[in-house]
DNA sequence: TCGTGGACTTGCGTTGCAGCAAACTGCGTC
DNA sequence: GACGCAGTTTGCTGCAACGCAAGTCCACGA
């Protein structure tokens, strides 16, 4: 295999602080592979083989219930580190992940990940902080679904996309893959009818603009004042 | 300061995969703090200036929305690994810490923490293995509220807590501090009220038995049914 | 011993949202 | 160009749970 670059990874955080020397080591045991949509990088339930950094392209990482109900864990941007099930100490993946549009993601095996933080410390406190951040988010999920409508939790989780992966168009701020209002249900806990109301009702206000898995925020700063529990006016 | 003896931090996970020798050195740069009763251990949103382990008691750990309302994130036994913002890249702490009986921790100063995972990457990776515990509990209870109903939700809690501080009696398994209606309420994203009215009813079946921020599960099998979604025959 | 306040209980009215059902629409495909 | 499906919209109905309010009970301190 043709070895990589280490000018691909330049924007990865979890590998600032390391030295390109460093850096080359670690990309020599690295492969690159590329995920057609809708096709899943790895599966809930299934050996925890290998770790990732997502190149280029989304991620959809979904859980299941074991009465089978789907919920959407979070959405993987280019640049971030996922599937560290192992470091975690787990042996399977707890939750699936899928491409929503073409992907190209860096792969490890799981049991590098033992030699490389010994040498690399640096990589250890890279996962960490990754893990840490993720660990921040879920929580300000648990509060916003313990303490929040609804309404504003949906806006929550539009603005949350759209600075996670929003691309600024003539009328405002597009999420830069296919999503569908399931999906939005999924990341808020609520139905697919609910969400089709609320945005049918913001589309009127002129709010929002839809389409089929496509979702384009036009007011994002009065979708916030939603957010934040603020009363229309 | 009396130097600590590594015996007390025998049965601390975190620590598991380091020598006694490590050990030594790590102990040594700690100091050990008692907590009365319902005095918090570190306040969200201040300066994370140390991180911890907890050798004696219990922590309830609270969360605050801007708009005021609290979750209970947690509740942290001893020989948990706590604190640790300041290794996740949080300058403050996201939560508050609050020790619910007279509690004990080990207490380094965060700065620590760079080189003591530099010079022991084992702990590093104790440390990753706490954090996605953690996080794997928090994206559960996302599930939980996702999909499930207020009494299931309350029935899976009181079984964690069970099994996390669960004191064997006569009658049943007692939860090992005081927990008031409020605190199980905020741990499920419900309501004091309807927290009430629920243990009620299990009362009168005789599937708990209640008292002033007391709670013993008499039943915990059928409890578990009632969590799984089996409807009560 | 009595008083006070915090924890808990319980009834009642209200409502946000789920659940069901049925129709519509845009897109890919044959 | 017609078909079929997946994604979406929308109306209607029911109910779980919230919010309020009015109590009771118990622990602790004076």
């Given amino acids: 295999m043709a070895s990589l670059d280490r000018s691909i990874v330049a924007n990865v955080p979890v590998f600032a602080g390391l030295s390109p020397a460093d850096l080359d080591v670690i990309l020599s045991e690295a492969r690159s592979v590329r995920y057609p949509r809708e096709c899943s990088v790895f599966d809930q339930g299934t050996e925890a083989h290998s770790f990732f950094v997502l190149l280029h392209g989304h991620l959809r990482v979904e859980k299941m219930t074991p009465q089978g109900q789907q919920i959407v864990v979070r959405y993987v941007s280019a640049g971030e580190l996922f599937g560290v099930a192992q470091a975690m100490g787990l042996k399977e993946y707890p939750a699936t992940a899928i491409a929503v549009v073409e992907s190209v993601a860096l792969c490890w095996p799981s049991k590098a990940w033992q030699h490389l933080i010994a040498r690399f410390p640096a990589l ?110």
Avoid: C, Y
């Fill in 124 to 233: 250890a406190a890279g996962a960490l902080q990754t893990v840490g951040n993720r660990l921040q988010d879920t929580q300000a999920r648990v509060l916003e679904m313990s303490s929040e409508q609804v309404e504003q939790r949906i806006a929550h989780a539009l603005l949350r996309l759209a600075k996670q992966a929003g691309r600024k168009v003539e009328r405002g701020v597009e999420i830069d893959f296919p999503i569908s209002r399931q999906d939005v249900a999924e990341m808020t806990g609520t139905t697919l009818h609910t969400v089709s109301r609320i945005l049918s009702a913001w589309e009127q206000q002129g709010l929002v603009e839809g389409g089929r898995q496509r979702i384009v925020l036009r007011e994002p700063h009065k979708l916030f004042g939603l957010a934040e529990g603020r009363s229309k006016e």
